[in-house]
């Protein structure tokens, strides 16, 4: 089946720095990558679509410059959360949509701004 | 807006129980429904995929069932094992071909040995 990174797994960072994280399909094309998040006991809440080569489409509440996604290939994109807070731990899940429309999701990384 | 409500939202059972988590979706125009399973601190896991014009999927100890029109789908899972210890979510595709899932909460469930 088809398979989605994430790295890294877990991160810890000071309040006010930035993280990266990246979402790589090994081995499949994704033209459309998801970003979601999700907090204890609470369901995925999507963030943001995005489509290889273009701007990254933001859900409704999402802050479109706190989260940069970078899609440059079609097998990376990246969620970079930019002067984080600790209100911006969460667990942060990326999927890439294969085949049949079919999103196939990664491990997810683990966020604590300290 | 399409809301996904799952109940119960934690289940603990003995070894070897049959059980039935519960799946409710408000707009009943979607295209495909999914049961993942989420172990804890990791990602998803696919379980079955039911398309809009099924009524059931099946694999090993696990059946899935959809009534669109009632919005309601259900995941039995047959002679539960401790393994099948997880959180299981249940996501809908809207009926638009934009290609995003709503997801409910989850049901966290435990079986003990």
């Known amino acids: 089946g088809a398979v989605v990174s994430q790295h890294p797994s877990w991160v810890i960072c000071k309040s006010g720095t930035s993280v990266k994280i990246e979402c790589r399909s090994l081995d499949f094309q994704a033209t459309t990558m998801f970003w979601y998040r999700q907090f204890p006991k609470q369901s995925l809440m999507l963030m943001a679509t995005s489509n290889e080569g273009s701007k990254a489409t933001y859900e409704q509440g999402v802050e479109k410059d706190k989260f940069l996604i970078n899609h440059a290939s079609l097998t990376l994109s990246t969620l970079t959360v930019t002067s984080a807070h600790p209100e911006d731990s969460s667990f942060y899940i990326c999927?890439?949509?294969?085949?049949?429309?079919?999103?196939?999701f990664g491990p997810g990384t683990r966020l604590t701004v300290l | 807006k399409q809301e996904v409500t799952q109940i119960p939202a934690a289940l603990s059972v003995p070894e070897g129980e049959n059980l039935v988590l519960n799946c409710s979706f408000t707009d009943s125009a979607i295209y495909n429904l999914q049961w993942f399973r989420q172990d804890p601190g990791k990602g998803l896991t696919s379980l079955l995929l039911?398309?809009?014009?099924?009524r059931e999927q099946t694999s090993g100890r696990l059946n899935a069932s959809l009534d669109k029109s009632s919005g309601r789908s259900t995941l039995y899972i047959a002679a539960s094992q401790p393994g099948d210890s997880a959180t299981y979510l249940c996501a809908v595709k809207e009926d638009s071909g934009y290609s995003t899932l709503t997801f409910g909460k989850g049901t966290m469930l435990l079986v003990s040995p």
């Open positions: 999927s890439g949509k294969g085949g049949w429309d079919t999103q196939y």
């Open positions: 039911i398309q809009s014009s099924q």
